[in-house]
């Protein structure tokens, strides 16, 4: 079974410009998470899709959107970029069905440098 | 908001010594993740915990929950250098939202 997978993987980009990533989830797993990491703040829920339907929201501006394809796949946009949106961006996915096996499975994130 | 709080954030071990990790969460959860994350590399999923008094052994690590004390415990035992990595906890709430931990950052040294 293929694993989350995540484009672009490197990801170069310059004050004030927008971006969009692309997550894959694993077949079969219509839960879609994403997750901003940095040295400083960590691990950061953004955002998670259910269905198409944004289903929970973490504390971050308005700036930061996503959505889901009715293959579950999904994106997340960040526009007018700043320097502390660079990071490394993760998508994770899971059936989410709450049994005792469930959980997430990470892709290998995008890294984001804002210049 | 739900806060998770790991210690210690780093650690630096000798090999064969066993040493634990603390994962405490603010508020009631009945969901808690270990993961560990290798330098360059995505989370990978170590154990799930769901119940009061869950415990899950994989090789020499093990993960427990106690529930009521709102704490989980990553144990690790005879530690070796394939261990050094990243590891964080996460807690679910009931709306299926994850928090994570800080991480712990483990070094094994020979």
């Known amino acids: 079974k293929a694993g989350v997978t995540q484009t672009p993987r490197y990801l170069i980009k310059t004050r004030g410009q927008q971006v969009t990533l692309s997550c894959s989830p694993i077949?079969?797993?219509?839960?879609v998470s994403w997750y901003q990491q940095t040295p400083g703040q960590g691990l950061q829920f953004l955002f998670e899709?259910?269905?198409?339907?944004?289903?929970n929201k973490g504390n971050f501006p308005g700036r930061f959107s996503g959505r889901q394809f009715s293959n579950s796949r999904s994106e997340m946009n960040v526009s007018t970029l700043e320097l502390g949106d660079s990071a490394l961006y993760l998508c994770?996915?899971?059936?989410?069905?709450?049994?005792?096996?469930?959980?997430?499975?990470f892709g290998p994130g995008t890294r984001l440098t804002v210049l | 908001e739900l806060k998770v709080e790991q210690n210690p954030l780093f650690l630096s071990m000798q090999e064969e010594k066993n040493y634990t990790i603390y994962c405490n969460y603010s508020?009631?959860?009945?969901?808690l993740y270990w993961y560990r994350q290798d330098p360059g590399k995505s989370l990978e999923s170590l154990f799930v915990?769901?119940?009061?008094?869950a415990v899950k052994q994989e090789g020499r690590l093990m993960a427990s929950l106690d529930t009521k004390a709102r704490l989980s415990t990553l144990h690790i035992t005879a530690a070796v250098h394939d261990l050094s990595a990243t590891y964080f906890c996460?807690?679910?709430?009931?709306?299926?939202?994850?928090?994570f931990g800080t991480g712990t950052s483990l070094t094994v040294i020979p």
């Open positions: 996460a807690v679910q709430n009931t709306g299926n939202q994850f928090y």
């Open positions: 994770a996915s899971s059936h989410w069905v709450r049994s005792d096996t469930d959980t997430q499975y």
């Open positions: 915990l769901l119940s009061n008094g």
């Open positions: 508020t009631t959860s009945d969901r």
């Open positions: 899709y259910f269905s198409e339907t944004q289903r």
């Open positions: 077949s079969g797993h219509r839960s």
